[in-house]
């Protein structure tokens, strides 16, 4: 609670530093209209020349002071994907819109408003929606996880930090360059993984701006100082024993081997039964599952199929004989492509591993704040205007 009060009153702070630098200004309000074309990067495991796509945007924009400013900022066209071990690449397209707040740093270090220049900050947030990703099925590929990315939900959420650099704003037409880092769902890309999806993204705009609207007065802003009297609380500290929760993380790793061009699980084993165990007792986790084979044996044709079918029959057996959620299970095959053992032996296996949280409750002394009210007299600056 402490740390939102800090902040809060931080941004409070920063809002009448910049309300008061453009007081003090004869500034210019306005809008705008800008459009923009470029190229953007969706990088994944394949090479980054090969993921170039065109892209473009659309936005409507106000500055509320010299240093201030808001925009609608619509991105749209085509990303690609694919998968280097195979060469094989798909495309689909996607929409995303923004709402961005912008700092003119250049207004905000200068003293003059009128540069041929000028450095803008942007971040914001909004959503994403991605569609048309035929080109992904039309692989042909084993099954994977990558075709369950959108099985549910093609919306992502999108939160983006960028820079734009602007020429004269005080001209009612102007050019920009804008780069931008975007950060969205794992779904973007129709893949699965444990990390969210980046796009990178370099435009250039051409934009009108109208609406100039100038201070009607010019405002002078005055400090003083006052001697006050007020309450003010002290805090006295006092240690009791209390029942403290804590959360626990818990963790779980096994590694499950086979007998070569072997795949089925011919009984239950112990590592499934405590797979399971740990499942049900942990009810949100998620059970990865990723199977691998030996490079010293076959070829990578055939030791993805059977990396494969050992990371799908692990998962079958899980859901029949244990009666797991098949949607909390996730798998995943690295064929001979990843060797995760010295011996080449024992990379014909499959390896899990899983996330859980569990509560415990322990007796501790804890400090325990009291507030209590006394009046005291101190010297306070405070701004008048003029």
Excluded at 340 to 369: H, L, Q, W
């Amino acid at each position: 609670m402490e740390t939102k009060r800090f902040l809060l009153a931080t941004a409070a702070t920063i809002l009448m530093a910049l309300s008061a630098n453009a007081q003090n200004r004869d500034w210019k309000s306005y809008s705008y209209l800008e459009a923009q074309g470029g190229l953007q990067i969706t990088p994944t495991n394949a090479p980054k020349d090969k993921l170039i796509t065109p892209t473009a945007a659309l936005s409507f924009g106000h500055f509320f002071t010299p240093v201030v400013g808001m925009r609608l900022h619509v991105n749209a066209w085509q990303s690609k994907s694919g998968f280097e071990d195979i060469d094989q690449y798909y495309k689909w397209k996607y929409v995303t819109p923004d709402l961005d707040l912008m700092i003119n740093l250049s207004n905000l270090i200068g003293r003059s408003k009128d540069h041929a220049l000028n450095l803008i900050l942007l971040g914001g947030a909004g959503v994403s929606y991605a569609w048309d990703n035929d080109e992904l099925f039309a692989l042909n590929m084993p099954v994977t996880a990558a075709p369950l990315a959108w099985k549910d939900n093609r919306l992502s959420h999108n939160f983006r930090a960028g820079l734009r650099l602007e020429t004269n704003m005080q001209k009612p037409l102007g050019l920009s360059l804008e780069v931008n880092a975007n950060s969205l769902d794992d779904r973007f890309n129709s893949k699965m993984s444990s990390r969210d999806d980046w796009m990178f993204t370099a435009m250039l705009g051409l934009n009108f701006r109208f609406g100039h609207k100038a201070q009607k007065k010019r405002v002078t802003v005055r400090e003083i100082e006052e001697e006050i009297e007020e309450e003010v609380p002290e805090t006295i500290v006092v240690k009791e024993k209390r029942p403290v929760t804590k959360t626990e993380k818990v963790k779980f790793h096994k590694e499950v081997f086979y007998a070569i061009r072997v795949s089925d699980n011919e009984t239950p084993s112990a590592i499934m039964e405590q797979a399971a165990k740990f499942m049900n007792e942990n009810p949100k986790s998620v059970l990865y599952v990723v199977g691998y084979a030996d490079k010293g044996t076959g070829n990578p044709k055939l030791n993805q199929m059977y990396a494969q079918r050992r990371a799908e029959t692990f998962k079958k057996d899980l859901v029949e004989r244990h009666s797991i959620d098949p949607e909390r299970v996730i798998i995943d095959s690295k064929g001979d492509t990843v060797q995760p053992f010295a011996e080449n032996d024992k990379n014909r296996c499959v390896i899990v591993d899983a996330e859980g949280f569990r509560d415990v409750t322990e007796y501790e002394e804890v400090e325990v704040k009291k507030e209590v009210m006394k009046k005291v007299k101190r010297i306070v600056k405070r701004q008048v205007t003029e």
